[in-house]
């Protein structure tokens, strides 16, 4: 099994089972335990895994950081990002344009003109109606971590409706469990924008490779990928099963 492969089987074996010891990816790989060890050192220095005595953990993401500090994280990717996302937006579209820190960063390349535009973000509605875009905010309670509409009256709502296109963040990129948030009503709401909509984009930067959220809204094929990292084994792979899109 050549190295990338190897990096690959540990990630998985890990998502699946959360830990794993040395001599699980020993008989997994078929390779020594000090080759294992060395895959585990460069995937802990990528920011894949954690080092524990005698093997390894992946960290599932089981609650969401406030939007003030996912804001600042990964923020020169998230622009990168957002510039690709905005440049697939042509004039006269109908958008549906998901809360998110990734999707805020869109807004000062949105450009064309006769938009209009429907959002379950707080964040965004200033900019948009600034902008002179038709803006329709969708109604239900607000989740005070990260600004986001939820609930079945915003369900509903986007069920009556139909989007040329639409930009949907995500917490967790995985090979097997797809895309994924903690939130089971923010997963509702990305869902049925993606259903609802031609041309279906997630964003997310390389730190959401290989985490799993608690709940699957997508599987890798429902929607294409923008992202700032193309040329990851991570990338090549899941390129396989749907398209990705950003710079190379």
């Not at 004039?91 to 000062?108: C, K």
């Not at 390389?206 to 040329?231: C, E, M, P, R, Y």
């Amino acid at each position: 099994m050549i190295t990338t492969q190897r990096y690959e089987a540990i990630l998985n074996f890990l998502n699946e089972n959360s830990n794993g010891t040395i001599n699980d990816f020993v008989k997994l790989t078929g390779t020594s335990s000090a080759t294992i060890r060395r895959d585990l050192t460069h995937l802990e220095d990528e920011g894949l895994l954690s080092r524990i005595h005698g093997g390894a953990t992946i960290d599932r993401i089981e609650s969401e950081a406030s939007y003030t500090d996912k804001a600042v994280r990964n923020l020169k990717d998230k622009i990168r990002i957002a510039k690709t996302a905005a440049a697939l937006i042509e004039d006269g579209d109908t958008l549906f344009i998901d809360a998110g820190t990734s999707t805020y960063e869109m807004l000062p390349f949105i450009n064309k003109k006769n938009l209009t535009i429907v959002t379950n973000s707080v964040t965004l509605i200033s900019s948009l109606v600034r902008d002179g875009h038709t803006v329709y905010l969708l109604g239900g309670k607000v989740k005070p971590t990260t600004y986001a509409i939820i609930g079945t009256e915003a369900v509903d709502k986007l069920n009556s409706l139909s989007f040329d296109k639409c930009f949907i963040g995500t917490n967790g990129i995985d090979s097997a469990h797809g895309y994924s948030t903690p939130d089971g009503e923010e997963a509702a709401i990305k869902w049925t924008a993606l259903k609802q909509s031609k041309a279906k984009y997630i964003l997310g930067d390389a730190s959401k490779f290989h985490k799993t959220a608690f709940v699957k809204f997508a599987a890798l094929g429902d929607a294409a990928l923008i992202t700032n990292d193309l040329k990851s084994e991570f990338v090549k792979k899941i390129g396989e099963e749907t398209n990705v899109i950003g710079e190379v």
